[in-house]
């Protein structure tokens, strides 16, 4: 069995380690981590819009009272450290045979790029 490994966190939009939101607890950020096999070169990139639960709750009055979507950490505001930790707790436990199974596994959770 094999599991996966955090390689980085980026976007191409803002600096994710020092990033300040105008409201870091009514916020939505779209995020890239790459992720591969432990202890080898390359990765994959998985996206994955971190957001929280005061945006969800005013997306969703601005629509409808509906809000839909899929790829979410949702977080009770945004902090680099505790979006890194928990991509880090899901590499951790996601395992499979070989590395197409575990990325299968890990697009339940972000949208992969292969």
Known sequence: MISAELKY????DFDVETVVPDDP???SLWIEAGIGTPGE????MFQFEV??????????????GVTMGCYRIIVSRWNYHVVRMALERL????????WDQVAAKLARYGHWQF
């Open 25 to 27: 607890e009514d916020c």
């Open 51 to 64: 957001c929280t639960p005061a945006w969800l709750a005013r997306d969703a009055r601005e629509n409808s």
């Open 91 to 98: 590499c951790r436990g996601t395992t499979g045979k070989d």
């Open 9 to 12: 966190i980026r976007s191409s």
């Open 41 to 44: 070169e390359g990765s994959d």
